[in-house]
Each structure stands twice: as C-alpha cells, then as structure tokens.
T-cell receptor, first 114, second 112 residues
C-alpha cells in the first residue's frame, strides 16, 4: 500500500511546453483531486473526479485537463504551460467511509515554468 | 472561492512553549479541519471538527470549532522540534470534498 504517489517530484518547463503530472493510488479510492499551492493562497482545487469516467472542474481549472480512465490513476495535463502555472501541485484522494473532508495527499510535484 | 484567513502567518517559538493559531471566515462552515504539512511533503490531517463548540484533542494538539461557526482554533502544547511545518485550516459549508476550502497557512518554526 503506497498511498497516493505523484510523479515527477520536480519539473522545469519552458512557456508553451506541455506535460502531464501523474497521480496514482492503490487504495481503491473513488474520489481523487488535484490542488495547486501558491504562497499566501493556500490550496486551491483544480479538478476532481468522483470515479472512473467522471471528472469536474474545481476553483481554478483553466489551463489544465484531466481524465480518469481507471480508478487508480488521475493525470493532470498542462497543454501549453504558462509562468502563472508555476506552483506546487498536490493530488489527493478520499477513503470511503473516512468522511468527505478527510483527504489523503501525495507528496507534491513542484513545477517551474520559465 | 471561500476566503479563510489564518493568523499568524508565521511563528517562531522556543521548544517547550505553547502555540495558538486561528482561522476565520466570513461564511459559516459545517466542518472545520486542521492539516499539517511537513517540509517537502503533502498535508496530513490532524483534527476534524463537526459540531459548533466542539473541542477535540489529538495528543498535544487541541482544536475547537468556534461557536459562531465562522472560526476555529488550534493549540499545540509543549512544542517540540518536529512540530515545525505549515498548519492549514480547512472549512466545508456543504458536503462533498470539492466543497472544502483551505486557509492560507501558518508557518511554525520551533527553536531548540
């Protein structure tokens, strides 16, 4: 049981490049989500998914795409990176029965866009 | 989104001291939570509060759900070096994890 695994841990991109942040969990959690963390802003929800094949937008979805083809994986795609997307990204899931506010976070992916 | 204001933004304390921090909102919340983020890691849940006035402890940590439902408090007693990190409050007005909003964080430094 590895919990929530994020890769890569660090990434540097040039403006306009695309990339995918990977998130995987082996706990059979239905709910998965992506947050970004910026100084002085707390964590803000980008996209979330309540199960395979279902995704929805959070508070700050612009510039990001997601898909959920399996229960285990929830990748976050940046199609054309911008400096404003420099941030630390966290994937989080919820264990069934734990309450819908008890998130389990990955270790984070630090992205720098030049 | 909802604005949750945490204070103080940062704290420098001596090992063994007690710590108090709070989180306020202009909106009423039905659930308050406190998470801790260690350097280089993701946040981890410390305490969850589900009822106005509720006081809950987890070891040296005690958190309270404000009676107005617009604030919450976290106290750490007898701080130790491993208490270092960023403490986030989070509030939820309606059910659904997508309705969870996070505060701006309090960065705690403990001086041995």
């Amino acid at each position: 049981n590895a919990g929530v695994t994020q890769t890569p841990k660090f990434q540097v991109l040039k403006t306009g490049q695309s990339m995918t942040l990977q998130c995987a969990q082996d706990m059979n959690h239905e709910y998965m989500s992506w947050y970004r963390q910026d100084p002085g802003m707390g964590l803000r929800l980008i996209h979330y998914s309540v199960g395979a094949g279902i995704t929805d937008q959070g508070e700050v979805p612009n510039g990001y795409n997601v898909s959920r083809s399996t229960t285990e994986d929830f990748p976050l795609r940046l199609l054309s990176a911008a400096p404003s997307q420099t941030s630390v990204y966290f994937c989080a899931s919820i264990s069934p029965g734990a309450g819908d506010s008890v998130l389990t976070f990955g270790a984070g992916s630090r992205l720098t866009v030049l | 989104g909802q604005q949750l204001n945490q204070s103080p933004q940062s704290m420098f304390i001596q090992e063994g001291e007690d710590v108090s921090m709070n989180c306020t909102s202009s909106s009423i919340f039905n659930t308050w939570l406190w998470y801790k983020q260690d350097p280089g890691e993701g946040p981890v849940l410390l305490i969850a509060l589900y009822k106005a006035g509720e006081l809950t402890s987890n070891g040296r940590l005690t958190a309270q759900f404000g009676i107005t439902r617009k604030d919450s408090f976290l106290n750490i007693s007898a701080s130790i070096p491993s208490d270092v990190g960023i403490y986030f409050c989070a509030g939820q007005r309606v059910s659904g994890a997508n309705n969870l909003f996070f505060g701006t964080g309090t960065r705690l430094t403990v001086i041995p």
